[in-house]
């Protein structure tokens, strides 16, 4: 996904506007609303910032970047998690961004620009061109350990479990309440075929049904 992400005005040649999301985020709250932040918007992406500055995901872009679009970068611009965020498939088309994509690849195989995969890419691309929105459409870090403020996961639309601490994850420990929240919509596999429970996460399933959490079976 982290590379599919640049061929959507290919891959969906009828869309004018898309909300991307990652795979480990709950929406909790009606995304229209942020949809219509998406459509709205005369920018060519929605974000939702973060106090982490370019500079801390790129090393240096700034005589590259003047030199490719003739004007310098702030590198204390503030980033984005790009988990989330929104797009307009037509200015990405009509400023020919796939072109950019590869330009700033093709520079980063040869002089080691950054370390992180994509997201770098999308900060050079979004830079000047892009919106941001309420924080509380990507309240991410819910896959590190520690603890989480109780206020900030309440008021959350969405929760990113961005992080190596995966809530599917057998190892993880479970600890405050964003557990509780993955748990409402991840029901064990065994749902509806026994008795199973998201406190244990175990389940007694009817004798002909075999699944991941079947830990007991009832008798014939």
């Given amino acids: 996904a982290n590379f599919a992400r640049f061929f959507f005005d290919q891959l969906f040649p ?33 974000v939702i910032e973060r106090s982490l500055k370019y500079k801390h995901f790129i090393n240096s872009v700034s005589s590259l970047y003047k030199e490719r679009y003739g004007k310098s970068i702030d590198m204390s611009t503030p980033s984005f998690n790009a988990g989330i965020y929104g797009v307009n498939l ?14 700033w ?6 002089t080691k620009l950054w370390d992180l995969g994509t997201q770098p890419i999308l900060f050079l691309i979004a830079y000047g061109n892009a919106k941001s929105v309420d924080s509380r459409w990507n309240v991410e870090g819910l896959g590190h350990m520690g603890r989480m403020n109780e206020m900030k996961l309440s008021n959350a639309y969405i929760h990113h479990w961005n992080g190596l601490a995966k809530p599917w994850m057998k190892h993880v420990k479970r600890g405050d309440s964003r557990y509780d929240y ?11 075929h026994g008795s199973c429970s998201n406190v244990t996460r175990k389940c007694i399933c009817t004798h002909d049904y075999i699944g991941t959490f079947c830990d007991e079976k009832t008798e014939t």
Avoid: A
Avoid at 90 to 103: A, H, P, Q, S
Avoid at 105 to 110: E, I, L, P, R, S
């Fill in 14 to 46: 009828s869309l004018s506007h898309i909300i991307y999301l990652d795979v480990d985020t709950i929406v909790l709250h009606d995304i229209s609303e942020l949809w219509n932040e998406v459509v709205t918007s005369d920018k060519m992406f929605v």
């Fill in 90 to 103: 037509d200015i990405w088309r009509k400023e020919n961004i796939y072109d950019e994509i590869v330009y």
């Fill in 105 to 110: 690849m093709k520079m980063n195989k040869k």
């Fill in 182 to 192: 993955w748990d409402q919509y991840n029901k064990p596999e065994c749902n509806g």
